[in-house]
């Protein structure tokens, strides 16, 4: 079956229409449309052919050693050589300095073409950006030259077997020594590339608990702990096992021992959990983009089977028919464009905002949002995938089952999209007097309003009831004690309204589209097919403390 192609004029349409990058002051258009050409041509040949060898071939550990699929290694060297490593970092520590949406863009790319390569550099950027923000002078001239260069990687290491999304039971532990270097001591689980073969030397960013802190959460600080030493010896940093997954099968998923590791503080000790969101903030954004790869390659895979693949009549001839023509086919195929078009437009849009830093209640909202309707989006995308091929989607040669296994992940990683709706459902929707609900409503209606003003008054309509729903929902969750049995009604909710602000947008910008009557097509799909389940969405909101109280009855033991 086919490889991945990069989309590269519906990247760009999306980034000047859907995002608006040029607000971005370095900004540079001709630019980016040859960094964006230059990065598919890589992809599209280097690295796409690569994934069906590397979802066969797991990574292995060896004498204590993960080895991965040689491939790998090459095609790094090659992403690495060319400089893409250190394309959004900092130009004083070595970086290229462009806008960090290149990054994001990217990941896309990669994720589409194979999440098993993409997802053993995807830490790199939100490590270098943490170290930037929080980072001593010292910490900074030692890991950003050579995470922009390539030359290690990064790790995240917060899980623990008993701290899994509540990182206040965090057990790890880090004791000062007398030349002022920190020692750790403990296990973490879950750390993709806690060791690997790409590079000589990794930093690994961890969570750990300071002697006499309090408990909980403010007990935690954040530590850069190298794998090798500057004396060039090992850290006392060990893989215990390599977890086997459903999916992601080149990636090394490791149990970790952290055996008096050296390590040094970033930042005050208490200060761990917050300094640790600005990464993973920022992988969780990353994680929205595998999302977008993962349905843009679904939707690519599913369209070219559809046409070439003929069974039945659908009405318009004598038959056998393209199963294109057949209406339920042409609704999986357009459910699938506009999951992709319309969560690369938010998230495109939610890292230009986070980089312009001008609205950081609507971006504080966004993030959840972005992160959650786009891996729920890869999901729904692959299994669609699966249907149109039929039985032959079920095997492995046509290779959207491997999207299924995947994909799957992504709603689990880097908080589940449970916590993600809770935290949108309770946290952000009364934070700072409702600042950040108010920012994203605002947001919408402006959106409503510009489509009214230039005469798309059915997408102005259905905008405006989309965002009553979501108003009529918000105030209900307000009133509840604990929202937690529709928190993922909600996200869904508040992912509609903002697909469709998405779509508005881009349908406004059509003449400019590669394919202009696609674009309009499939926002008209959105508004008339996808928009309506709002009304749906908030009505089971409203019922949601009725059937809480019947869940208190079936589940007291």
């Not at 993973?280 to 599913?302: C, I, K, P, Y």
């Not at 890292?351 to 504080?364: C, H, Q, S, T, Y």
């Not at 959106?447 to 059915?458: I, K, M």
Request: hydrophobic share 45%.
């Amino acid at each position: 079956m086919i490889d991945y192609r990069t989309p590269v004029e519906d990247i760009l349409f999306t980034l000047r229409h859907g995002a608006e990058v040029e607000r971005l002051p370095q900004w540079d258009d001709s630019i980016a449309s040859e960094i964006i050409g230059q990065a598919a041509r890589l992809i599209d040949a280097e690295i796409a052919p690569l994934d069906p060898e590397l979802d066969a071939t797991p990574a292995r550990l060896v004498d204590g050693r993960v080895r991965l699929h040689p491939a790998i290694a090459a095609a790094y060297a090659k992403y690495r050589d060319a400089g893409w490593s250190g394309l959004s970092m900092p130009e004083e520590f070595g970086g290229q300095g462009q806008p960090h949406v290149f990054a994001a863009v990217i990941s896309e790319m990669l994720s589409g073409a194979s999440i098993n390569f993409q997802i053993q550099i995807a830490l790199a950027q939100g490590a270098a950006r943490t170290i930037a923000s929080h980072g001593t002078d010292e910490q900074k001239a030692t890991y950003l030259p050579r995470l922009a260069s390539g030359e290690i990687l990064a790790t995240m290491c917060l899980t623990e077997p008993q701290a899994g999304s509540d990182l206040s039971l965090v057990r790890t532990t880090a004791t000062q020594a007398d030349d002022g270097t920190w020692r750790i001591n403990g296990g973490k689980i879950f750390i993709t590339g806690a060791d690997q073969d790409l590079t000589d030397d990794i930093v690994h960013l961890v969570l750990a608990r300071t002697p006499d802190a309090p408990p909980g959460v403010k007990g935690l600080a954040l530590f850069t702990c190298p794998a090798v030493l500057p004396d060039g010896r090992r850290n006392g940093v060990s893989v215990v096992r390599i977890e086997e997954k459903m999916g992601l099968h080149s990636s090394p998923t490791c149990q970790v021992a952290f055996d008096g590791a050296v390590a040094e503080i970033m930042g005050g000790r208490g200060e761990g959990l917050a300094r640790m969101f600005t990464m993973m903030n920022f992988a969780r954004l990353d994680v929205a983009m595998q999302g977008v790869g993962l349905t843009e390659v679904a939707g690519q895979r599913s369209r070219a089977y559809a046409i070439q693949r003929r069974q039945g009549r659908a009405g318009r001839g004598d038959g056998p028919d393209a199963i294109v023509r057949h209406d339920d086919v042409r609704r999986m195929l357009m459910t699938q464009m506009a999951l992709a078009g319309g969560c690369r437009a938010m998230a495109y849009r939610a890292l230009v905002e986070l980089e312009l830093g001008e609205r950081p209640a609507w971006v504080e909202f966004m993030t959840p949002v972005c992160k959650a309707v786009a891996t729920e989006g890869a999901m729904e995308a692959g299994n669609l995938a699966v249907q149109v091929h039929g039985g032959y989607g079920f095997l492995r040669e046509y290779r959207v089952e491997q999207i299924v296994r995947d994909g799957r992940i992504t709603a689990i990683y880097e908080g589940t999209n449970g916590i993600q709706s809770m935290t949108l459902a309770s946290r952000l929707l009364r934070l700072d007097n409702g600042a950040c609900a108010a920012a994203f409503a605002d947001d919408a209606a402006q959106v409503a309003a510009a489509a009214r003003a230039d005469g798309r008054t059915a997408m102005a309509d259905r905008l405006d009831q989309a965002l009553a729903d979501w108003r009529q929902a918000g105030e209900r969750i307000a009133a509840m004690t604990n929202p937690g049995l529709v928190a993922t009604s909600f996200m869904r909710l508040t992912g509609l309204v903002a697909l469709g602000a998405a779509w508005s947008r881009l349908e406004a910008a059509a003449d400019h589209s590669p394919r202009p009557d696609r674009t309009r097509a499939v926002a008209t799909f959105v508004r008339d097919w996808m928009l309506p389940e709002t009304r749906h969405l908030a009505d089971r909101i409203a019922g949601g403390a009725e059937v809480t109280g019947l869940a208190d009855t079936l589940f007291e033991d």
